[in-house]
Structures are given as structure tokens and as C-alpha cells.
Nanobody
């Protein structure tokens, strides 16, 4: 069973930084797409960033490009989202998810393709 658990959320002032972590277990394929998503009440889940566990390719939404960085640890058992220059509009519940056995492609931000999800961690950015 694939399990994911997010941590690292919190409250920060605009311009600050946070680092989210996602502990991943139960993945046996070397090629998986791992994504970070965020959601605010009343809105659709938004793809923020994705990374392929079989290599180093990454993808970002335009809204976070240049400010956020997605990475994996060497064992590919944890994913991270370093968030810098945070803005109030980054306030959301952040989730990590994985699409086992598949590369991240042009549809990486399509949340329905992801098989397993964590419970989320709240990020609040005040102005």
C-alpha cells in the first residue's frame, strides 16, 4: 500500500520561506511521478510542482516558478517543496501525491491521474 504523509506547514509572513516534506512508503517501481498540489476552499486542486523519481526532471506551475523548488532525497523516500518569497495567495492546504509507475509528462498537473494522496498540511501566508 502506498502511503504519503506531509509535514512542515505553518504560518509565515509574506516574503518568508517554508519547507514542506512528504514521507513516501510502499512505492516499489523506480519510475513514479510525485507531485505537490494545493487547494483552497471552493476552488479546484492546483498542481504546484512535480518530479520524476527515475531521474531529475521537474515541472512547475507558472504561479510558483522561480520561487518554489521540488526535490527528492537520495533514497527517493521523501519529497520536499522549498517555498521562498511566499505570497498571501500561496495560502492553501498543500498535498503530495504520487502516480506510481509513470513519468511526469505534460499532464503532471492533472490531479485525477494521481493514485495516492497524503492528508495535507496547511500553509498560511500573512501580508
Amino acid at each position: 500500500e502506498v502511503k504519503l504523509k506531509e509535514s512542515g506547514g505553518g504560518s509565515v509572513q509574506a516574503g518568508g520561506s517554508l519547507r514542506l516534506s512528504c514521507a513516501i512508503s510502499g512505492l516499489y517501481d523506480k519510475s513514479n511521478c510525485v507531485g505537490w498540489f494545493r487547494q483552497v476552499p471552493g476552488k479546484d486542486r492546483e498542481g504546484v510542482a512535480a518530479i520524476w523519481t527515475g531521474g531529475s526532471s521537474t515541472s512547475y506551475s507558472d504561479s510558483v516558478k522561480g520561487r518554489f523548488t521540488i526535490s527528492l532525497d537520495s533514497a527517493k523516500s521523501s519529497a520536499y517543496l522549498q517555498m521562498n518569497s511566499l505570497k498571501p495567495e500561496d495560502t492553501a492546504m498543500y498535498f503530495c501525491a504520487t502516480d506510481p509507475g509513470r513519468k511526469c509528462d505534460s499532464m503532471w498537473a492533472y490531479w485525477l491521474r494521481y493514485f495516492a494522496w497524503g492528508d495535507g498540511t496547511q500553509v498560511t501566508v500573512s501580508s
